[in-house]
């Protein structure tokens, strides 16, 4: 990994130089320039949706407020087109007769790539009048109707925007409260000192395995995400007290829309970067219809460098795609296709030399391969004007292999077998909701979701004094698993909106099945919003928990733990907002989660609970089978001060405050391997436009992380060298708290706009000051003693990006 460093700052230099020559070949005259200033505009288009119904608004006016004048108007279906809008940040107005009047604020507007404005509007419970309501203001606003605490928007800039997220969304997610990062390897998040498994991956509707590369099996996260800001639309995050549709969750969900590709002309992205090399296309099918797509595709760009020169160490070599196309009809609804996949390897050649191993640089070969793609088809139908019908099918296959080998000094560094990993999934899904706005107060939503779920795995370990290979987990199997909910937002008045609804889930594998009421009230006086929610969650672990065959000392249990019931979890969130000075938001929420129906191993001398597990190699740590008897408790407060990008800059300051504790099959309570304690975001930055006009700006964010460290259990180092491997001191799991963690990130961009093309030149520098933060220790064998693992130190990537049109 330091290599990697090294060779990661050396590229950085080197695409400085060129990008910065780039950059001044594209320069004209200063009396060029100060023309072009002046001419620099671009497209900006979209679509305005009733925010309950999804029924398309004609009429809608629409004011480009720089100017405060009447631009353009929505046509029959809802769509409009403003000409010549001037570059750089830009805020748009939306009324209506009879809706809330909606602000869409600061939109950066480029000259390389049309900005597309989809905007949903409330109608408001006082008809015959425009509202002056500005509700697109409060942007953080989820874009789900139904979700009432506990959930929030994003945007692609947020997520490009915020230092170090490298466009991630799980990266971004890990400012907000609430939620932390479990390591800087990868990008799996802590939500209200939950486990990642606790979290759920949604995209246009449906559920998807995890989006992320060099992950591994039953994880939410990796080190590298799948998914692409080119491709991205609005999407929401949940932290807890999930609206009815969302199911088969108990931490956190992200719910991820990708756009549609522009309908008017041909757009291009080409970026690349120390992270990868991508190329991004969109547009129309047939120009002056609605039809079109949208493509990305990303290549690891040290691989790359790879095939010329050996870079030395551990080289990731990745590759992803994304991709939307919508097909809009006059009389059959809108029908869409979507995907996603990546490919992934990594690999490392022991030194033939045994003078050269050390723990940097240790006697371990491997291969490591994963895959993972997702296709699904949609379709929308209106059966009439405010009711809806939609579709979605969708079918998923991933995949991970790893093998790995020692070198044998006394048989010329023969190569010696150690392990060996298979391990794949396979899912077919269905979902179908009814949603129907009756009338100005009320709407409802209905749905059902089936899933066929399969899975193959076998891990073995080769016993070299036998010569011979041996299972120690294995397992394969198949089954079913069906959700249905209805829920309805009630408008009682102005002030007080009520959410209720049911969630139901049914796994066939055990007949094990779950009926969870939720429900939310808000009431919301002024500038000011206090909102009460409550329900119950449920979440089966992967079917390989229920089915695998666990082979150790020659004993064979096959299905010891199929009579397993789902995870589940009782959430209550209080919250409150309130608007401040200075286009500040404050936000805090209180919150209790009861954890109830815990697999934990049934030995009263163990205390291993499924809370504390990161993925499910983490059942390798124990040989009983599981019960459904663990228990957990997270309470705590979610604090926010927030100021949303407005007059060149924004401010996000976010705290936390909980404890997490689960109890084992004895009874006994103990902390989490997730408890921090406390959790401080202090994240800004600020925009300086060079130019009047906008047409070259510089941006600098910065942010800095501060948390408690995670837990770990104490090793008992007598016992481990006696046997050989690390061993834990009884009774004293996850009582050891781990050092602080502590991380400052920053981030610079150049933006130049020039007449068809906007070049972008960034440098996001992950852990600035390069502070080893600890990451865990473990027993070495080898060494006779407890050896400590840090996590990464300083990690750059350089960009650079051109949009461009014709």
Do not use: C
């Amino acid at each position: 990994m330091k290599q990697i460093n090294k060779f990661l700052i050396l590229a950085a230099s080197a695409m400085a130089i060129e990008t910065t020559a780039v950059a001044q070949e594209k320069e004209n005259t200063q009396t060029a320039v100060t023309t072009a200033q002046s001419k620099l505009s671009q497209k900006v288009h979209g679509r305005v949706l009733d925010a309950a119904s999804k029924q398309p608004m004609p009429g809608v006016v629409v004011i480009l407020l720089s100017n405060n004048q009447v631009n353009a108007t929505t046509d029959d279906d809802g769509y409009f087109i403003l000409n010549n809008v001037p570059v750089g940040r830009q805020s748009f107005q939306f009324s209506f007769m009879g809706y809330e009047t909606y602000t869409a604020p600061e939109a950066m507007v480029i000259t390389g790539k049309e900005l597309e404005l989809n905007i949903a509007m409330n109608e408001s419970l006082k008809q015959l009048k425009e509202v002056t309501v500005s509700a697109g203001k409060d942007r953080i606003k989820p874009m789900n109707e139904f979700a009432a605490v506990s959930a929030r928007s994003f945007s692609v800039d947020e997520a490009r925007r915020y230092a170090a997220s490298f466009a991630d969304p799980a990266r971004m997610a890990q400012n907000f409260p609430g939620v932390s990062n479990s390591g800087d390897m990868d990008n799996s998040i802590v939500v209200r000192g939950n486990s990642p498994k606790g979290v759920l991956w949604r995209l246009e509707g449906i559920e998807i395995p995890n989006p992320n590369h060099f992950s591994s099996l039953g994880a939410t996260g990796g080190a590298i995400s799948m998914l692409n800001a080119n491709v991205l639309g609005n999407s929401d995050f949940y932290t807890g007290a999930f609206a009815p549709e969302i199911g088969n969750a108990t931490a956190g969900a992200f719910d991820l829309n990708f756009r549609n590709g522009n309908t008017e002309r041909y757009e291009h992205t080409v970026q690349i970067g120390t992270i990868g090399a991508e190329i991004a296309t969109e547009g129309p099918f047939k120009k002056g219809k609605k039809a079109s797509y949208l493509f990305n595709y990303r290549y690891s760009t040290l691989d790359l460098i790879e095939s010329f020169m050996d870079l030395g160490g551990t080289v990731p070599d990745y590759q992803d795609m994304s991709f939307k196309i919508n097909l809009p009809t006059e009389k059959a609804g809108t029908f869409s296709a979507f995907g996603i996949g990546g490919y992934n390897r990594a690999y490392q050649n022991a030194p033939a030399d045994s003078s050269k191993w050390n723990d940097d640089t240790e006697n371990v070969s491997f291969d490591s391969r994963g895959k993972m793609g997702t296709v699904g088809i949609s379709h929308q139908y209106f059966i009439h004007k405010d009711a809806y019908l939609k579709t979605i099918i969708s079918g998923s296959y991933d995949q991970h292999t790893e093998q790995s080998d020692t070198l044998n000094p006394a048989e010329g560094y023969h190569k010696v077998p150690t392990s060996n990993t298979r391990s794949s999934n396979t899912a077919y899904r269905a979902s179908v909701l009814y949603n129907q706005k009756l009338n100005a107060r009320h709407t409802f939503r209905t749905g059902v979701i089936a899933q066929h779920l399969a899975y193959d795995m076998n891990n073995k370990l080769y016993i070299s004094s036998e010569k011979q290979w041996k299972d120690i987990l294995t397992g394969d199997g198949s089954t079913q698993f069906y959700q249905a909910y209805l829920q309805w937002r009630a408008r009682v008045t102005e002030k007080v909106t009520v959410v209720g609804g049911v969630h139901g889930a049914y796994l066939a594998l055990n007949q094990k099945y779950a009926i969870e009421p939720r429900a939310s009230v808000t009431y919301a006086p002024n500038k000011n919003k206090f909102t009460l929610s409550a329900g119950l969650h449920s979440k089966p672990e992967h079917i390989s928990t229920y089915y695998f065959e666990n082979i150790k000392d020659g004993e064979t249990r096959k299905y010891p733990n199929k009579d397993l019931d789902m995870l589940r979890a009782l959430h209550t969130v209080a919250g409150y907002e309130t608007t401040l000075p200075l286009k500040m938001r404050l936000k805090a929420e209180v919150y209790y989660q009861r954890h109830y129906n815990i697999p934990v191993e049934a030995d009263s001398n163990k205390s291993f609970s499924l809370l504390n597990a990161n993925d499910m190699y983490s059942l390798l740590s124990t040989n009983k089978p599981l019960v459904s008897q663990g228990t957990g408790d997270n309470y705590g407060v979610d604090l926010s001060l927030e100021r949303p990008f407005a007059n060149n800059y924004y401010v996000l300051a976010s705290g936390s405050v909980y404890k997490a504790t689960y109890t084992d099959y004895a009874g006994r309570t103990y902390n989490s391997q997730f408890n921090r304690g406390y959790q401080v975001n202090l994240i800004g930055g600020k925009e300086f436009p060079l130019t009047a006009s906008g047409r070259k700006i510089i941006g600098l964010n910065g942010k800095v992380l501060f948390s408690g460290g995670l837990r770990e259990s104490v090793i008992d180092i007598n016992k481990s060298m006696a046997n050989g491997k690390t061993e834990f001191v009884a009774d004293k799991y996850f009582t050891k708290q781990t050092p602080a963690y502590f991380r400052t990130d920053a981030s610079v961009y150049y933006k130049i706009n020039n007449k068809k093309a906007t070049h972008t030149i960034q440098l996001d520098i992950q852990n600035v000051t390069n502070r080893s933060n600890y990451y865990f220790s473990y027993f070495d064998a080898d060494a006779g003693k407890v050896k400590t693992v840090y996590q990464l130190g300083m990690l750059p990537n350089l960009s650079y990006r051109i949009d461009f049109h014709w």
